[in-house]
Every structure is written in structure tokens, then in C-alpha cells.
């Protein structure tokens, strides 16, 4: 390892060891003590957005510092205005069951890029001492100047209010070794990484929870029901703005084949500049380097200074180029992520080819970041939407303004996420809550043991005592099933064998209608098989004992329970 890569390792130990002993104080500052410092912070940056916008366009050559300006005051103003009234201290929120509490994470390494180097910074700062984390600034080399200044200029005016020594910290040796041992360092609890693809997965191959950004290459799909002129007001304002330089600006158009004549006259109405074939080959070679990735040279540059590079005459007042084109992929530069006021165009008839085009182009390169759509049809916004592997699908407004929050109601953010489509831990835009644990206290609402409460001592004295149960006599029950049993059973009821004489019938002594039990034979003489009855009580069983004969019984027969028992037990029952 060279001298600079050990020296930015440990400058970058170092810086991250002092950072953790200030957010242990940090950590112990109520809402209204970390409310009162980041004002101070919010407040110094817009102060001095203009000359750090100038700073960041004089450092890195990128953008416009008009813009740089605007960028800055967005970071300071809007994204501060939006989460100053959030709570990140203490209880969150109180409902019966769930008690939420915000704890602070730790040390917020947080990587700047060169092509938004002081908004970033301003962002990342002040998200991060809102949800009283310290943070460790590493510089993009290239704009190391401008975002020590922006951190400096917070930090002063964050220490007149309160902030500890050490809360913020820039580095001042940027190397890629320097970074992987701020990202890597044991007191890291967490890294927000802005930049390139290799910066991403780095971070996300550190071992730390990290908030990584993939790119954009952003389409927008101008629909037939859309107002034209606003449609490409608002995607020239968005791929113009700070050059092209937001990752979330427009580098595709698809349009809608109805309504391609009047966007192409609006285009040049507003300046834009349609290229020949031959133009857009010229303009292509110096969009892309041999290996097929994009040119470093005209990143953040001016329409006009991209064709000069190219060899190709504008007219003056040229804000953006444009080029025609028919495939997406790496055989079609136009198609890639430009970062720069150049928009390649396709056209697609119809909503379902427009937003299969517009998907094509974000699986190329700007997968889960943002698309955009211009149509006067709410449905046919929310179908287009439905069909988007992107988290931010911006309607009806320049995709740059839209996607960070500052034209539409989503959250402002310097830092937009790309959830799984693009390899991100997070679809959001990020913000002071993702850089919070949030614990919850749990109460049971949903009882495992319900305990039988006991009777108190003088209740159980004054009860009366419980009589002896009462065991039921079987004799008796017995005795009244017979006769229930015996008084549905009548003369007419038990058929007789005609052999058999049958007596007069008396007349009732009472109005009680006359039971009589009569069996049948039994035993036969003459050898044949007797007969069985249908009906035996306990008074038959007596009977039978008496006179030493057997009954005759089959499955079908009528047995009451004292008759069973008895029965059984003399064994008078025989089974024919």
C-alpha cells in the first residue's frame, strides 16, 4: 500500500473513533437541544448557497452554478422545513398495545459525489445530526474543496448552538482505500453512499447496513392525451437543470405516435435541436468511451460545449441536443444514462408500447430509480405506473424536480433509493427515519394465561355448606322405567297365538286403562321351536324364576333394565 492509502486509513480511523465519542453525547440531547442546532446549520447553508454553489462549479466543472445555487437551497430550505417537525427523540408514538421509541444509530459514513458535491453534503448532514448520529464526510477527490467548505460551514455555526466537537467530520485524504476503511471500521453502525456502481456495491460489501444509490437513465413517456407544451417545458426544465447532473433527470423521450409532429415543433420552439443521422453518430462517439460506458468529459456539460466537442454546429440558444432512435442497448449510445442536457427520442403507438419501450430502457440502466409521464388520463398515469420497475414515477412534472420532492409531495431527498430492481436496501427517498432504530414495547393484548381469580377468605366463610351428593337409587329408577315401559304395552299391543284361549276382558276397575303381561309359551311339547316374546319386564323375570322356566329372547325384544340385570344375573334368558 502506498503512503497516501495508509494515511487516509488512518485519518479515516481516527475520524470515525472521535465522530463515535461525539455521538455518545449527541445521543443524549433532547428534541428540542437537536432541533436548536440544526437550525443553526439549515440556516448558515442557505446563507451561503450561492458562493458554495460557485465553489462546487468551479471545483468539478460540472453544472451551472444557478442551479448549484437552487440545489443547495433545496437541501437547507425544503428538505430541513419538511423534517423539522418530525420526532426523532424519545417516544414516537403511544397506542394501548405498542410503544415506539427512536434510537440514534451511531457513526453515518457518508460518501459525496462530485456531480451534487455541496447539496449532498448539506443533506447528509443534516438528516444525520436530526437523528443524532454523528457522520464522517468522504469527499469525491475531484470536489474535495468545495464539500470541506460546505462541512465547515455548518459545523460553526452547529457548534455556536450546541453541536460536540467531532459531530461532523470531513476527510481530508480521499482514497478508495481511505474509503473502505471508513465504511468497514468497527464503530460504523451505518453508510449512505452516493456514486457510482463500484462506490454502491462496495458499500454494500462491507458488512455494514448501508444505504446505497444506483443510476438513473430515466424515460419519460409523453402519452396522446397530454398537454404538449407543458410536456416538453417540463422535460427540457428537467434534463437542462445543473446540466443534467440529478440522477433523476430525463435522458429518454418515447412518444406517443398521435401526438409526434407537435412534440418535435415544440422541442425546437423551446430549443431544442433535432440531429441528423450523421450528427447523432458524431455526438454519440464522444457520449461513450471504446469500452461502452459513459464519458467522464461531458458529464454536467453545456448542449452547445457537447457538440463542439463533437464537431457538430448548433444554433445558438441550443439548450439540449436530440437524436432519433430505434434500440436500446449497448450498440445504441443514445440509450444510456448521459447525465447531460442530450435526450435520445422513440416513438411507440399507444400506452402499452410506450411503456414497454420505457421499461426496456430502464432495464438497460436505471433500474428502480424513476420514470416519468406526461397525459391528461389519471388511469392511464396509474397503468403506466403499475407497469414501472422504478420506485419514483413522476407525472405531469420534470422527473428531476418531481422524483427529489421538490415538484411533487415526496419526501425531499438528495439520496433516492432503487429498492430491489436496482440492487438497493430501500425504495424510499431517503430520510432521517432510516437512519433511526426504532424499538417498540410490547404489552400482551392477548392473554397466553388467564388466571382464575380467587374468592376472598371472608366471602368463602359466610357460604353455606354443600350437602352430601346425593347418589341416586338404581332400584328405584329402575322400578319407574318399568313401569313406564309396562303401561305402553296392552292387550292389543302383544299378539297371541291363536292356540292360545283368551279370557274375557274385565271391565276397568278404574279410568286407568288395564295393563296385562302376557307371555307367550314357555317351552313347547310337540319338540317345535318356541317362540320368542317381544317384551320382558322385571315382574316377568320373578315369574320365570318362580316356576324354573326359561324366557325366550331375541335382538328384537324389549328388555327393561331391571329385567336385564335380574335376568342376567339368574341367567333366565335363553337366545332362540
Known amino acids: 500500500m502506498d503512503d497516501n492509502g495508509q494515511i487516509a486509513e488512518r485519518e479515516a480511523g481516527a475520524a470515525v473513533?472521535?465522530?463515535?465519542?461525539?455521538?455518545?453525547?449527541?445521543s443524549q440531547f433532547d428534541q428540542s437541544r437537536i432541533d436548536v442546532i440544526c437550525d443553526a446549520m439549515a440556516a448558515a447553508a442557505l446563507d451561503e448557497a450561492a458562493r458554495l454553489g460557485r465553489l462546487a462549479h468551479?471545483?468539478?466543472?460540472?453544472?451551472?452554478?444557478?442551479?448549484?445555487?437552487?440545489?443547495?437551497?433545496?437541501?437547507?430550505?425544503?428538505?430541513?422545513?419538511?423534517?423539522?417537525?418530525?420526532?426523532?427523540?424519545?417516544?414516537?408514538?403511544?397506542?394501548?398495545?405498542?410503544?415506539?421509541?427512536?434510537?440514534?444509530?451511531?457513526?453515518?459514513?457518508?460518501?459525496?459525489?462530485?456531480?451534487?458535491?455541496?447539496?449532498?453534503?448539506?443533506?447528509?448532514?443534516?438528516?444525520?445530526i436530526k437523528s443524532r448520529n454523528s457522520i464522517v464526510?468522504?469527499?469525491?477527490?475531484?470536489?474535495?474543496?468545495?464539500?470541506?467548505?460546505?462541512?465547515?460551514?455548518?459545523?460553526?455555526?452547529?457548534?455556536?448552538?450546541?453541536?460536540?466537537?467531532?459531530?461532523?467530520?470531513?476527510?481530508?485524504n480521499t482514497t478508495i482505500k481511505g474509503t473502505e476503511a471508513l465504511m468497514k471500521h468497527r464503530q460504523t453502525a451505518v453508510i449512505l453512499a452516493t456514486g457510482?456502481?463500484?462506490?454502491?456495491?462496495?458499500a454494500y460489501s462491507s458488512g455494514k447496513p448501508a444505504f446505497g444509490v444506483g443510476p438513473g437513465n430515466v424515460p419519460v413517456f409523453i402519452e396522446r392525451s397530454a398537454d404538449v407544451e407543458k410536456a416538453v417545458a417540463d422535460v427540457l426544465t428537467g434534463t437542462c437543470f445543473d446540466n443534467g447532473t440529478i440522477c433523476a433527470s430525463e435522458q429518454s423521450v418515447v412518444v406517443d405516435a398521435p401526438v409526434e409532429a407537435a412534440v418535435r415543433e415544440q422541442f425546437i420552439r423551446q430549443g431544442g435541436h433535432f440531429?441528423?443521422?450523421?450528427?447523432?453518430?458524431?455526438?454519440?462517439?464522444?457520449?461513450?468511451?471504446?469500452?461502452?460506458?459513459?464519458?467522464?468529459?461531458?458529464?454536467?456539460?453545456?448542449?452547445?460545449?457537447?457538440?463542439?466537442?463533437?464537431?457538430?454546429?448548433?444554433?445558438?440558444?441550443?439548450?439540449?441536443?436530440?437524436?432519433?432512435?430505434?434500440?436500446?442497448?449497448?450498440?445504441h449510445p443514445w440509450s444510456i444514462e448521459k447525465l447531460s442536457p442530450t435526450l435520445a427520442l422513440f416513438v411507440a403507438d399507444g400506452i402499452k408500447a410506450g411503456a414497454d419501450r420505457c421499461h426496456e430502457i430502464l432495464r438497460f440502466g436505471g433500474m428502480g430509480h424513476t420514470a416519468g409521464m406526461h397525459t391528461n388520463d389519471r388511469h392511464a398515469a396509474v397503468r403506466y405506473g403499475e407497469q414501472?420497475?422504478?420506485?419514483?414515477?413522476?407525472?405531469?412534472?420534470?422527473?428531476?424536480?418531481?422524483?427529489?420532492?421538490?415538484?411533487?409531495?415526496?419526501?425531499?431527498?438528495?439520496?433516492?433509493?432503487?429498492?430491489?430492481?436496482g440492487g438497493n436496501v430501500t425504495s424510499d427517498n431517503v430520510s432521517p427515519v432510516h437512519l433511526l432504530d426504532i424499538k417498540r414495547v410490547a404489552f400482551e393484548t392477548k392473554p397466553v394465561n388467564r388466571p382464575v381469580a380467587a374468592k376472598p377468605a371472608s366471602i368463602i366463610e359466610k357460604e353455606p355448606e354443600m350437602e352430601p351428593r346425593q347418589v341416586p337409587d338404581r332400584t328405584r329408577i329402575a322400578a319407574l322405567v318399568d313401569e313406564f315401559l309396562s303401561s305402553r304395552v296392552?292387550?292389543?299391543?302383544?299378539?297371541?297365538?291363536?292356540?292360545?284361549?283368551?279370557?274375557?276382558?274385565?271391565?276397568?276397575?278404574?279410568?286407568?286403562?288395564?295393563?296385562?303381561?302376557?307371555?307367550?309359551?314357555?317351552?313347547?311339547?310337540?319338540?317345535?321351536?318356541?317362540e320368542p316374546v317381544d317384551f320382558v319386564s322385571e315382574g316377568d323375570v320373578r315369574s320365570a324364576i318362580d316356576k324354573g322356566e326359561k324366557i325366550y329372547i331375541t335382538s328384537k325384544t324389549i328388555l327393561t333394565p331391571a329385567a336385564r340385570d335380574l335376568g342376567e344375573e339368574k341367567e333366565v334368558f335363553a337366545r332362540v
Open 388 to 421: 414501472m420497475p422504478a420506485a419514483r414515477v413522476v407525472i405531469n412534472s420534470p422527473t428531476t424536480h418531481g422524483a427529489i420532492g421538490l415538484s411533487t409531495d415526496l419526501p425531499p431527498s438528495m439520496t433516492l433509493g432503487c429498492g430491489s430492481w
Open 137 to 172: 464526510l468522504s469527499p469525491h477527490p475531484s470536489a474535495r474543496g468545495c464539500i470541506a467548505e460546505t462541512a465547515r460551514v455548518m459545523v460553526e455555526a452547529g457548534r455556536a448552538a450546541g453541536l460536540p466537537d467531532n459531530a461532523v467530520i470531513c476527510l481530508e
Open 490 to 530: 296392552t292387550k292389543e299391543d302383544v299378539p297371541v297365538p291363536a292356540s292360545t284361549p283368551v279370557e274375557p276382558a274385565r271391565a276397568p276397575e278404574s279410568p286407568v286403562r288395564t295393563v296385562i303381561h302376557e307371555l307367550r309359551p314357555q317351552s313347547s311339547t310337540n319338540g317345535e321351536r318356541p
Open 196 to 202: 457510482g456502481i463500484g462506490l454502491v456495491r462496495a
Open 17 to 26: 473513533e472521535s465522530a463515535h465519542a461525539a455521538y455518545l453525547a449527541l
Open 58 to 128: 468551479e471545483e468539478t466543472g460540472f453544472g451551472k452554478p444557478e442551479d448549484k445555487r437552487e440545489k443547495n437551497r433545496f437541501a437547507a430550505e425544503d428538505v430541513w422545513r419538511h423534517f423539522r417537525p418530525m420526532r426523532t427523540v424519545g417516544v414516537l408514538s403511544d397506542s394501548k398495545g405498542i410503544v415506539e421509541i427512536a434510537s440514534p444509530r451511531g457513526v453515518v459514513a457518508a460518501i459525496i459525489p462530485s456531480t451534487n458535491p455541496t447539496s449532498t453534503a448539506i443533506f447528509k448532514i443534516i438528516i444525520a
Open 275 to 331: 440531429l441528423s443521422p450523421e450528427e447523432a453518430k458524431k455526438v454519440a462517439e464522444v457520449l461513450v468511451t471504446t469500452e461502452r460506458t459513459l464519458n467522464p468529459k461531458i458529464v454536467g456539460k453545456s448542449a452547445a460545449f457537447i457538440a463542439d466537442l463533437a464537431g457538430v454546429s448548433v444554433p445558438d440558444g441550443t439548450r439540449c441536443l436530440l437524436a432519433d432512435c430505434d434500440g436500446v442497448g449497448r450498440d
